[in-house]
């Protein structure tokens, strides 16, 4: 494996920038010497939310509070929701008109489950296949500690249609996520308490034998198990070759201390209680996660589509916004509605846009991360229930060739998003023929 | 072999009563006679399906699929998937959803031809079955079940489960359904972390750690700044808190509060809730370690002792802006009067009108001076005239305030300088005479009094009417005893608070102990009677030699490299507790009965009844074989149902049938409703958990959930309900039994907080939200999800969101894409217009839009699918005892046995349901009744 030189320049890069990173030594620093071409990590972005946004006509009065911006191509404006973009201009692109045609014929609240997989899915199977940021994770998830970070309001993976998490494995099963900001920065930066490194390595050793064992102790219980019960015994089986696989990359980062991390900035105790504080720490997590080059794949779900059981639903009523919001959504066509679920989607783009500024002043080379990262922000629902026209913004990727600054609309029956999903594979070095049901590349975000 | 068939409700076809003939019958007779059944059926092309076309195919066929169901294409001889549709076909057909009203109705004939073809298959179906039932499939542990299995394991009270992932629920709403439960990567993980972090708890090594303790009899920090601080005297929502610089990281702790109770006549017991958690100051997150009723006096204070373990709570990170823990005692009992904080000096207020008038009044009432040989003006009496002018200003004010005034620091104020005000006249007065009139000044003052008068009598008035308040002067601050009445409260006096931790009994601690009995022994052989132990207990059955040898030989692996006996031994157990068999529900299927074996049978109780592993006694009863017998298994419910830990069935149970956590999504909106205390959320989930138990150890009929004579109560409920109770009703946080006024909307479970505050959005009530509830939970058929791309109501009409909302539903009808399903919907939902979004009754409702608020009167009155008119929650309620009873049943029994068995259940467990509700409404309906034959039955006792 030959480690970039990108490495050599993060030490420098890093000092001083909030985040003191004790930097991986590798035997490979010295390759990184001999080739001198900077190429920094390709990453990726996704971050969903359920229910929709406002769409008033174009006449409204209150076109303002409607989500996607007025005009078209580079001349365009965005109206107050996405107001907090404005800055970002020339990095951002909003896309409008496409959707996965897939997802046309499924319920208004089922198609959370295959925003980044695009799978054809259906009651009584429901199987999904991999998402996006799974298949970038397999090529670009090798180089760093974790492969890839799952993360929702709602933890877990919910239930079919009603998922709570945007990330599915090869084989299509949901990957759980994880909701708490302790527990992601444990994982992520945590070291572990009590435990010498001494003790870590003995455990580290320990849990490869051990799962090992194990495999082989539940294929002879696997014998005695009906047909269906050895199915549900192969996903643990799947499970722990799985965390074996991890226990090797853990070790082969046993010697590479976890970056420190300064967490005076960071509410550790957010929950969602307090969406403000709750949703600001997520996106914390994820730039740091991407700064200390921790992962280069993140999802997160800021909520699941289901009225009743999201956490993320009571989410306006706790910012002082009056009402649930699947019930802002719903009414979103009403009198006063469209300003009402305007003002809580301004305020999640305010935060989405926080962490693309973070990304765009954190300098990496001659440019910033957010040059090499592409992060793709949107929902399923246009207006709620409706799965077409979905409301998207990509940021990022100036530095790969993508470019900005406009907004684009297309006819649904001639664009789909499993394009734009090739074309981001291909722009991060994962270049696949075909992603889910696409039928070329989505040429028009690139230089 | 006998197929057990339930008895069906038509007995008008033939057919059918040959097949309950048929079922006695031994296996060569029986294919005979299904040849002759078969023959019997309504031949399907020639009768069957000619009426599927007219009456079915045109909204389940090929143009449309509504309610994505297509019968054109559905495999008309009944193979394993197309049964199970075909089956609710025939409950459609049967409870008369299907055809839909404004289609043409199925004449009798042609139901029946239907009816008997679909029971004859779907019979034929499940005898084919015979002896192949559906199979539980291998379950792993919830996230709770693997939490208090661990805990009960260990006997170390502490959140295992807090890192794994949360669960969602099955279709059917469970979450212990082991088809649902999946498990990942990250899972195992986690699994591995927690058996690590368990043993790593369980297991000590070296000396006892330091001990930390102290002591507070007053609260510390900063208590200005600090919110309802009042000392050790906790009126409700006073706080105590004491912060703790030294303490320790991890381990078990007590906190100790020595305290009694002043309970004035008519309150409740005060209520002790003790939390820790970071600075006290601010919202920073604290979680709580317990709480209480204080019930002892004053006079003879009690110890009350809390524990908990260090880790569970939020600690100072390393070099804290804020250092230390802090533990504080709040006084939670809601009395309903709100907080009421000590009284500041604030002086009585006057308007613009008020202090005009007095101010023209005091210019009118001016005092007039003796003139004594032309000298006038002297500058003694301009001085007095100056202050006389100001006390006759504050004697103008008097006139407009009541002696009673509540604000009685301010009177006594006000009457001091009155007061001050007259002596200063008179002392300058006699001055003033002896200076103008030194050969006689008793004249001179008599000349003033007769000038004034009238003034004179009048400020005497004024200040006989002010005669009981005692004048205060304001320079000596007396208000650290405020004259205000405080009114009594039930209040906590603490005599002191007391932390000290890690607490151990013994060292090393009892969990060593259990898992690492001392021994004389050489450690391999140490190792390996442990190991064996811990599986025994872990997986719930006795372990083979084989198994055993497993993990020994991993035991053998990595000792040499450990760094002690007890490092190598938490890695064994670590791995004994990630293992499926500890994971899992493990039932075996290599053996030729499909009856469980009675270890097997142990869990299934315990995990059903416990939400947690066996204990010794249904061990032992395994171990001795005893545990199948059916006197056995009423015996062990009833005593496991007496036992503390079948809370767990309770809550998890009434959670996950009733959907109670949803409660938590649903956030009320302060603008409707100013007075809600979002604390009143848990309290209601409370009552309809303490509901189901009183129903459940009582051994009361379950219809009492559809309408009750009594219900279970505690203070702030019953002030919500606005109840009129004798005697004023429950006192205190505690739930109590309290029977019903007759007549009373507050019988069953219809109309708790809880379910009518879970189906609202928080501003207002909502009726397809409360019908789908009680139609999937209480009457077991859910409408179904709504279709692909709904239109929104016609957004550009303004005039819509302004009508009543029973018209917005009707006018959503009117389209065609939400009539279907709505029409049979919104009914049953409409009958609760009377509660709103928190579950108080109302006669109307509030809508705000924008700056307009609309009030309409509540119209409660609803055409039930079936035609029939219902006005209000009481009719609902007789209809549903009178008309949908045996729904009711069923859904109970389903709901009951699918949490039971872990699993969804088919159509093959149809006869079993069948004679589950048979016997269930044999027994009048009674709950514990129905548990005990739900654990007798054949399917608890099979895989």
């Known amino acids: ?447 | 072999m006998v197929t057990r068939v339930g008895r069906l409700t038509c007995g008008s076809c033939r057919a059918w009563l040959f097949m309950i003939i048929s079922i006695a019958t031994s296996l060569t007779e029986s294919a005979a006679v299904e040849k002759q059944l078969a023959d019997q059926l309504p031949d399907f092309s020639a009768e069957v399906r000619p009426r599927l076309v007219q009456h079915c195919f045109r909204c389940h066929g090929p143009q449309q699929q509504k309610a994505a169901l297509r019968l054109d294409t559905l495999d008309p001889g009944f193979d394993a998937e197309s049964a199970e549709t075909w089956h609710d076909v025939l409950n459609r057909i049967s409870v008369g959803d299907m055809p839909p009203e404004g289609e043409p109705e199925l004449a009798t004939n042609d139901r029946e031809i239907l009816t008997a073809w679909l029971r004859g298959n779907i019979d034929r179906v499940l005898r084919d079955r015979n002896g192949r039932r559906q199979e539980t499939v291998l379950r792993r542990l919830t996230r709770y079940e693997y939490n208090n299995t661990l805990r009960d394991l260990l006997g170390i009270n502490f959140d295992f489960a807090a890192d794994l992932p949360p669960e969602a629920n099955s279709a059917d709403g469970f979450r212990n359904n082991g088809s649902v439960l999946g498990i990942s990567p990250l899972q195992i993980e986690y699994y591995l972390k927690a058996a690590r972090l368990a043993m790593d708890k369980a297991i000590v090594t070296g000396p006892p750690p330091q001990v930390y303790s102290q002591r507070f009899e007053s609260p510390s920090g900063n208590t200005r700044q600090q919110e309802n601080v009042t000392g050790r005297r906790l009126p409700p929502h006073g706080r105590f808190p004491a912060t703790i610089q030294q303490y320790p990281r991890a381990g078990e702790f007590i906190v100790r509060v020595k305290a009694g109770a002043e309970i004035p006549a008519g309150m409740g017991n005060p209520h002790l809730l003790l939390t820790m958690g970071l600075r006290s100051d601010t919202e920073s997150p604290a979680k709580p370690i317990g709480e209480i009723d204080i019930r002892a006096s004053v006079a003879q204070p009690q110890v009350y002792e809390f524990r908990g373990r260090m880790e569970s709570f939020p600690l100072p990170g390393h070099n804290p802006k804020f250092p230390g823990v802090t533990i504080s005692a709040i006084n939670v009992y809601d009395d309903g009067l709100g907080v009421i904080r000590p009284p500041k000096y604030k002086p009585i207020k006057f308007n613009d009108a008020q202090r005009m008038l007095v101010q023209e009044a005091a210019k009118k009432n001016v005092h007039q001076f003796p003139v004594i040989a032309g000298q006038r003006g002297s500058k003694l009496e301009q001085q007095i005239s100056g202050q006389l002018r100001k006390l006759q200003v504050r004697l103008e004010e008097q006139r407009l305030i009541s002696p009673e005034d509540s604000n009685r620091t301010d009177l006594a104020y006000r009457m001091f300088d009155i007061h001050r005000g007259v002596a200063a006249e008179a002392e300058q007065m006699q001055m003033l005479a002896e200076q103008q009139q030194p050969d006689d000044p008793q004249q001179y003052l008599d000349a003033y009094r007769l000038l004034n008068a009238n003034l004179l009598a009048d400020r005497q008035q004024i200040l006989d009417r002010f005669d009981g308040v005692e004048p205060i002067d304001r320079r000596t601050k007396r208000m650290a005893e405020p004259l205000e009445p405080v009114p009594e409260r039930s209040t906590i006096v603490l005599d002191y608070l007391e932390f000290e931790g890690p607490i151990y009994e013994t060292w090393p601690p009892e969990s060593h102990a259990a898992l690492l009995p001392p021994s004389e022994q050489p450690e391999p052989q140490r190792a390996r009677e442990a190991i064996a132990a811990l599986m025994q207990r872990a997986w719930r059955r006795p372990v083979t030699a084989n198994e055993v040898d497993s993990i020994v030989s991993f035991y053998e692996e990595i000792r040499p490299q450990a760094a002690s006996f007890e490092e190598a031994m938490r890695e064994c157990f670590a791995m004994v507790l990630i293992a499926p068999e500890f994971l899992y529900l493990v039932e075996r299927k290599d053996v030729e009965s499909e009856r469980l074996s009675q270890y097997e049978l142990a869990s299934r109780l315990s995990y059903f009844l416990w939400s947690t592993l066996p204990d010794e006694e249904l061990l032992s009863l395994a171990a001795m074989g005893r545990l199948s017998d059916v006197q056995q298994l009423e015996t062990q419910v009833s005593r496991m149902l007496r036992d503390d830990r079948s809370s767990e069935f309770v809550q998890h149970f009434t959670n996950q049938w009733l959907h109670l956590p949803g409660i938590d999504r649903v956030a009320i909106n302060p603008e409707y409703y100013p007075d809600f205390d979002d604390g009143l959320k848990s309290q209601m989930r409370q009552q309809t958990q303490a509901f189901f138990a009183e129903v459940l150890h009582g051994n009361e009929s379950a219809l009492n959930f559809i309408d009750s004579e009594f219900t279970m109560l505690n203070e702030p409920l019953a002030r919500h309900y606005g109840l009129q109770l004798p005697d004023g009703g429950p006192r205190g946080a505690d739930f109590e039994r309290v029977e019903l006024p007759a007549g009373s909307d507050r019988g069953g479970l219809l109309t708790q907080g809880s379910i009518l505050l879970l189906n609202s959005t928080g501003e207002d009530s909502h009726p397809i939200r409360r019908a789908v509830w009680l139609l999937d939970r209480i009457l077991g058929s859910p409408p179904p999800p709504p279709p692909p791309d709904v239109p929104e109501l016609n957004t550009e009409e303004a005039e819509l969101a302004t009508l009543p909302l029973k018209q917005q539903l009707e006018l959503h009808r009117t389209r065609e894409a939400c009539h279907d399903c709505h029409r049979a919907i919104d009914p049953w939902g409409v009958a609760f217009e009377s509660f709103d979004a928190v579950g108080r009754m109302r006669d109307t409702v509030l809508r705000k839009r924008g700056k307009q608020r609309l009030q309409s009167a509540v119209d409660d009155v609803a055409e039930l699918p079936n035609g029939k008119v219902i006005a209000g929650v009481r009719e609902l309620q007789q209809h549903l005892l009178s008309s949908e009873r045996d729904r009711f049943a069923e859904t109970l029994v389903r709901k009951l046995l699918a949490y039971a068995i872990g699993r969804s259940l088919v159509l093959a467990d149809q006869p079993v349901i069948e004679e589950l509700v048979e016997e269930f409404r044999g027994q009048d309906y009674r709950l514990r009744d129905l548990v005990i034959a739900i654990v007798s039955s054949e399917v608890f006792g099979s895989r």
Request: some cysteine; glycine content about 10%.
């Open chain 1, 1 to 447: 494996m030959s480690r970039k030189s990108w490495d050599l320049d993060r030490r420098t890069l890093l000092r001083g920038s909030g985040v003191a990173i004790a930097l991986p030594w590798l035997e490979s620093m010295s390759v990184a010497e001999s080739s001198r071409t900077a190429e920094f990590p390709k990453r990726f972005c996704a971050v969903y939310w359920p229910f929709g946004v406002a769409m008033p006509g174009d006449k409204a009065a209150d076109r303002n509070w409607g989500w996607f911006p007025t005009g078209a191509g580079k001349d365009f404006q965005f109206t107050d929701v996405l107001s907090p973009m404005e800055p970002l201009r020339d990095q951002v692109t909003v896309i409008g008109g496409i959707s996965h045609p897939n997802g046309w014929a499924m319920g208004g609240h089922d198609t959370g489950d295959v925003f980044l997989t695009g799978a054809k899915y259906r009651s009584g199977s429901y199987l999904n296949s991999i998402s996006l940021d799974q298949q970038l994770a397999e090529v670009l998830g090798q180089k760093t500690r974790f492969a890839s970070l799952t993360l929702s309001s709602d933890g877990g993976i919910g239930e079919p249609t009603r998922a709570c998490t945007l990330s599915y494995s090869r084989e299509g099963r949901p990957i759980p996520a994880i909701s708490s900001p302790r527990q992601i920065f444990d994982r992520l930066f945590g070291q572990e308490r009590g435990e010498s490194a001494e003790l870590q390595r003995r455990r580290l050793t320990n849990s490869t034998s051990m799962l090992d064992r194990l495999l082989d102790h539940s294929r002879s219980l696997g014998r005695r198990l009906g047909k269906q019960d050895q199915q549900k015994l192969d996903q643990y089986l799947e499970s722990v070759r799985d965390v074996e696989r991890r226990v090797g990359r853990a070790q082969a980062w046993l010697d590479v201390p976890k970056p420190e991390v300064d967490t005076e900035t960071l509410n550790l105790e957010a929950n969602p209680d307090a969406p403000k504080e709750y949703i600001r720490a997520i996106y914390d997590l994820m730039f740091l996660a991407f700064q200390t080059d921790s992962t280069r794949v993140a999802t997160y779900m800021i909520g699941q589509v289901a009225g009743a059981t999201t956490i993320a639903n009571a989410f306006p009523a706790c910012l002082g916004l009056q009402g649930n919001w699947h019930g802002l959504a719903h009414g979103a066509g009403k009198p006063g509605g469209a300003e009402k679920l305007g003002k809580f989607d301004q305020f999640l783009a305010g935060n989405h846009a926080r962490f693309l500024q973070r990304l765009s002043e954190t300098q990496e080379g001659n440019g910033s991360i957010l040059d090499s990262t592409m992060v793709l922000y949107g929902s399923s629902n246009s207006r709620t229930h409706q799965n077409h026209n979905y409301p998207l913004l990509l940021a990022g990727g100036r530095g790969l060739g993508v470019r900005h600054g406009q907004y684009l609309r297309y006819n649904e029956t001639e664009m789909r998003l499993s394009n734009l999903f090739l074309t981001i594979l291909d722009r991060l070095d994962v270049p696949v023929s075909q992603f889910s049901d696409s039928t070329g590349e989505f040429s028009d975000i690139l230089v």
